[in-house]
């Protein structure tokens, strides 16, 4: 059934063929090599240390297979950059599983067996405390306010949230978005570009009249990226010829998220509600 389910969602109904959801790195090796190892790094440090010893005590080969499974994807990139699996760095993610049952492992060989010390057990209750209160922040905290190793030091939150409870955008910013959509609805006349994670909650209010051009963030998500405002600038040289205005929703104030704290000074700030801002690019007549 799942086999079935999958053909039926690769199938194309015009060519009645499969289409084969494969990604394409135009990066050099030299920079994969640095920015995948560092994802799983990230990822893992705190688990690493132990894993590592882990790995030579459990002797449970299927653990071993299953980490090599769920590592090939991963890395392939690495090996063969131009045919890559999709969404390649969830493979990583999944990888936790077999990290955890090494690293426990790793810490119950590193405890010395019958020992009158308290102090292995007093650092390894340390260490699961310190695991225990940085999930918990990781769970329970808003993504504005998130666990500094998640946010502010986290290079790759293209591929993982900064928080649980993260939304496309902060939660006080879905009003202000709405309120800007029907700004547009009733002012704009041109063109709209939307990063997709002002899309839904524009279309939530069903007022706009033209669908709104997206731009979706796995199309940035490549280790040297094209931002959402590199993306905007590349519509700009399609469309200005057509003497079009073009407008978009961007946070003001310098509180831009993925990456992109201010849009470039071809767009101009026509109205803000709270933090939230329209743009408008007007091509040269």
């Not at 119950?108 to 102090?119: I, N, W």
């Amino acid at each position: 059934m799942g086999a079935a389910f999958l053909g039926y969602m690769l199938l194309d109904p015009a060519t009645l063929s499969l289409k084969l959801l494969f990604e394409t790195f135009i990066e050099d090796r030299t920079t994969l090599a640095g920015h995948i190892p560092g994802f799983m790094i990230f990822c893992y440090a705190f688990l690493l240390p132990f894993m590592i010893y882990g790995v030579l005590r459990v002797r449970n080969r299927l653990v071993l297979c299953w980490l090599i499974i769920i590592l090939l994807p991963g890395i392939w990139p690495i090996i063969y950059p131009s045919l890559c699996p999709p969404l390649w760095f969830r493979w990583i993610i999944f990888m936790v599983y077999p990290m955890c049952i090494y690293s426990i492992e790793g810490i119950y060989a590193l405890l010395p067996k019958g020992s009158s010390s308290k102090v292995p057990k007093t650092i390894a209750l340390a260490y699961l405390c310190f695991i225990g209160v940085t999930a918990g922040y990781y769970l329970a905290a808003d993504p504005e306010y998130a666990f500094p190793y998640f946010a502010d030091y986290n290079p790759y939150k293209a591929y993982i949230q900064s928080s649980m409870l993260q939304s496309t955008i902060p939660l006080k910013d879905i009003e202000p978005t709405i309120q800007a959509t029907k700004w547009l609805s009733e002012n704009a006349h041109g063109l709209i570009v939307l990063h997709e994670a002002f899309y839904p909650w524009a279309m939530r209010c069903g007022c706009l009249i033209e669908k709104p051009i997206v731009i979706r963030e796995r199309d940035l998500s490549k280790p040297d990226r094209m931002n959402f405002a590199d993306a905007l600038i590349k519509i700009v040289n399609k469309a200005s010829n057509g003497n079009r205005e073009i407008y978009t929703i961007w946070w003001a104030n310098g509180k831009g998220w993925y990456n992109v704290l201010s849009l470039p000074s071809e767009f101009q700030l026509v109205k803000s509600f709270g933090d939230i801002g329209v743009y408008v690019f007007r091509a040269q007549k």
